[in-house]
């Protein structure tokens, strides 16, 4: 029997207002999907999603939102809830977010970078706070991915936990963007030291990654976020819920 609440999060990430995928977070290596992001986030809707992940790259690469409006747009004409990252390394920032109507915020190298600050947003926000753990080559990348730190995810992960972060969402950078399928097992590992639950994130490539992925739902996994492979239709967001509701017979 799966877990009911397993989320297929569908990814929207903007660049220069447009909805675009890049090649393992590099900016110049980027394909165009929606001159209008708003037009795939309403089309991942209508196609069953439970909640839209957007990420603002040029938030990520400036250190601040860039494409908060855009964002915003999005946030108001849905009716499923929108978790939002890009930029957010301020309470400012990430308030803003949530009085527009953005269900939670991405936190990425601020909370590495910032402990202090971390702790008193985690007490603010609580559920409505998620840190991203992104990881390359096993250590955690931070500055849009442009920087890597000497930290290894779990010992960061135990850090976060302390500081009250109640959801992280790991992804492999190596694998985002290429359709070379998830890193598994870091993810496993990753869960089973969690005492919070994982989302997943990077490399996913077809169904049965997906299927993989929700395999580890009683690790605590709890959702795996997918881009390219929806947007080159190398399968259907239908189709996957689909699969996941014949696993649960």
Same mark, same amino acid.
């Given at each position: 029997?799966? /877990? ?5 999060? =569908?990814?929207?990430?903007? !660049?220069?207002? !447009? ?8 900016? *110049? ?7 209008? =992001? ?11 999603? +439970? ?20 964002? !915003? ?7 499923? =809830?929108?978790?939002? +990252? ?10 803003? %977010? ?40 096993? !250590? ?9 730190? *000497?930290?290894?995810? *779990? ?21 985002? +963007? ?16 969690? /005492?919070? =639950? ?32 929806? %947007? ?18």
């Amino acid at each position: 029997m799966i /877990k009911r609440d397993f989320l297929i999060i =569908p990814a929207v990430d903007i !660049k220069g207002g !447009k909805c675009v995928r890049l090649w393992r977070g590099q900016a *110049e290596q980027e394909t165009v999907f929606e001159e209008d =992001p708003l037009n795939a986030a309403v089309r991942w809707q209508e196609e069953g999603a +439970g909640l839209l992940h957007v990420v603002d790259l040029d938030g990520a690469f400036a250190g601040e939102p860039v494409n908060d409006s855009v964002i !915003k747009r999005i946030a108001g004409a849905l009716e499923i =809830p929108v978790e939002v +990252g890009g930029g957010i390394r301020s309470t400012t920032s990430a308030a803003s %977010y949530i009085e527009s109507g953005v269900a939670r915020v991405i936190v990425g190298t601020a909370a590495f970078k910032e402990p202090e600050w971390l702790e008193q947003i985690a007490h603010e926000l609580q559920e409505r706070l998620v840190v991203g753990l992104d990881v390359t080559s096993g !250590k955690v990348a931070v500055h849009g991915w442009l920087g890597v730190s *000497e930290e290894e995810p *779990e010992i960061a992960l135990s850090r976060l936990t302390e500081a009250g972060v109640r959801r992280v969402i790991y992804t492999d950078t190596l694998t985002d +963007g290429t359709l070379a399928g998830p890193n598994f097992e870091g993810i496993r590992l990753l869960a089973k030291r969690s /005492k919070i =639950p994982v989302i997943a994130s990077g490399g996913v490539a077809s169904i049965e990654d997906i299927l993989k992925i929700e395999s580890m739902c009683d690790l605590g996994v709890e959702g795996v976020i997918t881009g390219v492979a929806l %947007y080159r239709r190398e399968f259907s967001l239908r189709d996957a819920i689909a699969a996941l509701g014949k696993r649960s017979v």
